[in-house]
């Protein structure tokens, strides 16, 4: 009675088409099959892309040990070193104001109202003082917030692990350009240059595509929609901001809806669609609303069967 679509927004790669491609000698890959640095050592690789997937893999390339790296960059994208963002969780945690009642209230904010982009601009204005200004590597400064952008469009800021002191020192170099075409040994850009190129990497992310496998897709999605957290040109649900289709009540898209806090909602996504399917089938009473006392680690004998079970399965290593 009841569907739960839980594929996530980055189901499909996307795969932009590459004028050339079927005449390049080298190897051409996007970053979902990307294993290892490895098997490029000593070669030159191009990375299209500026965001986590790119900056990763062009570290990791650099590590080990290929020839040449180049980061190809269009649009701006935030710069946050991970280390300096989890010094940052670490002490919120100490001091208590990183809690799950504090995530809890995020979650329970609805898009487009003025509490919500309230709650986005404060967090953005945190997230801004915590980052790098790459603009002298060719990486500008967006004139987007980190939630906001994510928000209204889609795009991620980078947790960098490693490739801004790389890009700093030289190791990775950054191209401020677009992908044009390619040619037997050549990468080809937008304002004319050209690269030699043995391996291209296209970390160019992900796509929903529900209506690969949706049945009456014009009904039940819509592009060009914000507070998706996925690009404009997608097919995105029709929602009540809360993950419930506005066109069928029994259709839930889970995690299809954007919270200001991004990931940490991610769990109370799925519990609270959960909650409510539970409800319209009965099995919780018809005027209960999703709580925090809702979720199986708040609830006694959720708690009790957990302990069992640990406890049994340590007994049963140790005979």
Known sequence: RYVAVCTSKLRVPYV????????????????????????FAGRRVVVVGSGNSAAEIAADLVECGAGDVTMLVHGPRLFVPLPRLGRKAWLGRLFGRMTEEATYRDFLLHFDTEAYWAAVRQRDAAMAALSEDMSAFGI????????????????????????????????????????????????????????????LILATGFQPRLEEFLAQPERFLRGGQEG????????????????RSSVDGSLFFVGFDQAVNGGLSMGFWGWSCGFLIAQGLGHLPPDATFSLDALPERQADVRRRRARQLALRAATAAA
Do not use: M, W
């Not at 390049?24 to 990307?34: E, N």
């Not at 004139?143 to 469009?153: D, Q």
């Not at 998706?228 to 993950?243: E, F, Q, S, V």
């Open 140 to 199: 500008d400064r967006p004139s987007e917030g980190f939630g906001e952008a994510n928000v209204k469009r889609g795009r991620i800021g980078t947790f960098d692990q490693g490739a801004i002191r790389l890009i700093r020192r030289g190791r990775i170099a950054v191209k401020r350009a677009k992908l044009e075409r390619l040619s037997p040994a050549r990468v080809h850009f937008d304002d004319g240059s050209e690269l030699e190129a043995d391996v």
């Open 228 to 243: 998706k957290g996925a690009g404009l040109a997608y097919l995105t649900p029709l929602t009540d901001n809360r993950c």
């Open 16 to 39: 932009p088409e590459i004028q050339g491609r079927d005449v390049f000698g080298g190897c051409v890959i996007h970053s979902r099959q990307y294993a290892t640095g490895r098997v």
